[in-house]
């Protein structure tokens, strides 16, 4: 069984956050833990400390891009083999490539390939941060556009997309045969949001798993922090 964490590191902005968090990495012993809006505006202080943890549990980084909003880290001591890595971040240029990074490995003698991905949430580019320096609309464009020339094998996308379940990126999704985790959850889960700070109940954060995956395996899916925000 792989266990896949995936966490907004931005909402760890104090103490009793990062405790919470880095006591749920100790309780899970997860083998893969993503992370979103990594490394921009994240407290030095608490970044250091989560990194610290990680080199001591085994997990290694995997993303090398400069600035990236995303990190994959991998527990080296569970999986059979790491394939390659960033054979879909490669397809995207600079600034394009720091919202996405990934990884191809054998688990339990199972080729996966994991993408994580992080979608800007603002459509106009006045709304530029320091994390954000992109649209939606063109990191969709983009990702839409590169993700289908490229041969994955049982792939796993998983991300902050900044969009509700409904949104037109499903297709992309469907195109791959990758199907909505949650919708294979109890219906507690399904409609349940992790965002709420638009006015809007959606769950952005979501994990699309290859067909091929769901039929051979089971999903055990569990919200780790019921908070205002994802």
């Not at 902005?13 to 992370?35: E, G, H, V, Y």
């Not at 880290?73 to 996405?100: A, G, L």
């Amino acid at each position: 069984m792989v266990k896949l964490i995936l966490f907004n590191i931005q909402k760890l902005k104090s103490i009793s956050k990062s405790a919470t968090f880095l006591n749920q990495i100790n309780t899970i012993n997860p083998d893969i833990i993503a992370l979103t809006e990594y490394g921009i505006t994240t407290e030095s202080t608490t970044k250091e400390q989560i990194l610290k943890m990680f080199e001591n549990k085994n997990f290694r980084p995997v993303n090398t891009i400069e600035e990236s909003r995303v990190q994959i880290f991998v527990n080296h001591t569970t999986y059979n083999q790491i394939i390659d890595t960033s054979i879909i971040q490669k397809s995207f240029q600079r600034p394009h490539n720091r919202y996405i990074t990934d990884l191809k490995l054998t688990f339990d003698d199972t080729e996966i390939h994991i993408c994580l991905a992080y979608a800007p949430a603002s459509s106009h580019t006045s709304n530029f941060s320091n994390l954000t320096t992109i649209t939606k609309e063109d990191f969709y464009y983009h990702f839409n556009t590169n993700i289908k020339s490229i041969n994955l094998t049982n792939p796993i996308f998983l991300g902050d997309w900044n969009t509700p379940p409904n949104h037109t990126f499903n297709h992309t999704m469907g195109d791959l045969d990758c199907i909505d985790a949650t919708s294979r959850t109890p219906t507690k889960y399904q409609y349940l949001p992790t965002n709420f700070s638009t006015g809007e109940n959606r769950r952005l954060d979501r994990f699309y798993i290859h067909e091929n995956l769901l039929h051979h395996h089971s999903i055990k899916y569990k919200l780790l922090q019921k908070q205002p925000y994802s």
